[in-house]
């Protein structure tokens, strides 16, 4: 998929490998000390989720400046979504304030200056004003906390979802039927909805609903009514 931004080539968003899934090690398990301002890409129609992998393709200009600032810091940068109808992101009114922050976890830059990387996810994060516009954005941020609710019902929806994806698994193909395997051995209900929604919710607009709600129980039942109606 092609993404353009400001009437020129921007990014292409890789199709997404399971295989990678497995590959790339959980940093749950790590402190990491986020930034409190980081590099953003704008695309059309991608949502980065925290603990899920967002393959991406860099050839634009500004991008690789964005890429190699990064790489040189803290190896972080945002991915937010252009919102509906909009062919370029020349306003900060033109996207979303809600995105998600990523790690770069591996990176081949090419002869031809292009990169092929891996960005997974950290945190949401809010948008809060810009420090800069050009070559590329870079943005204050502020973490956004999701509230848990009560882990029986966090439990009890989880394990629904994981059900679901068996049937949209078979509706939609292409996903390696190993995968309610590998979302099984997910004990934290907020990691799988967000790796969930991430894998198998096609619609952008409501990724990006998703990615915004921070109540963790109604982002569960958010992601099933979707699962659900993505099937029928």
């Known amino acids: 998929m092609l993404l353009r931004n400001g009437g020129s080539p921007a990014v292409d968003v890789l199709p997404f490998c399971l295989s990678s899934f497995a ?6 398990h790590r402190s990491l000390n986020l930034p409190d301002h980081a590099p953003v890409m704008i ?37 937010a979504k252009m919102k509906p109808g909009i062919s370029e992101s020349s ?17 081949v830059q ?9 960005l997974q996810g950290l945190a949401r994060v809010r948008l809060n004003g810009f420090l800069e516009e050009e070559p590329f954005r870079i943005a204050q941020l502020c973490e956004l906390s999701s509230s848990r609710g009560p882990a029986a019902e966090a439990d009890a929806l989880a394990t629904k979802l994981i059900e679901l994806c068996a049937d949209v698994r078979e509706h939609c193909g292409g996903i390696p039927e190993k995968i309610e395997e590998q979302l099984a051995k997910m004990a ?3 990691v799988l909805g967000d790796v969930i929604a991430n894998t198998f ?5 409501r990724r990006q609903e ?13 992601l099933i009514r979707e699962l659900r109606a993505q099937i029928a």
Do not use: N
Request: proline share 7%; hydrophobic share 40%; net charge negative.
């Open 23 to 28: 590959a790339v090690k959980s940093i749950g």
């Open 43 to 79: 695309l059309p129609e991608a949502t980065l989720f925290p603990h899920a992998l967002l393959p991406l393709h860099i050839f634009e200009p500004r991008y690789r400046a964005m890429l190699q600032w990064t790489l040189e810091r803290h190896r972080m940068f945002c991915v």
């Open 91 to 107: 306003s900060q009114h033109y996207f979303h304030k809600t995105a998600g922050l990523g790690l770069v976890r591996a990176c």
């Open 110 to 118: 090419r002869a031809d200056g292009t990169s092929d990387l891996v």
């Open 188 to 190: 934290d209900p907020e």
């Open 201 to 205: 919710l096609h619609d952008a607009e």
């Open 210 to 222: 998703l990615l915004e709600e921070l109540d963790v129980p109604a982002r569960l039942r958010g």
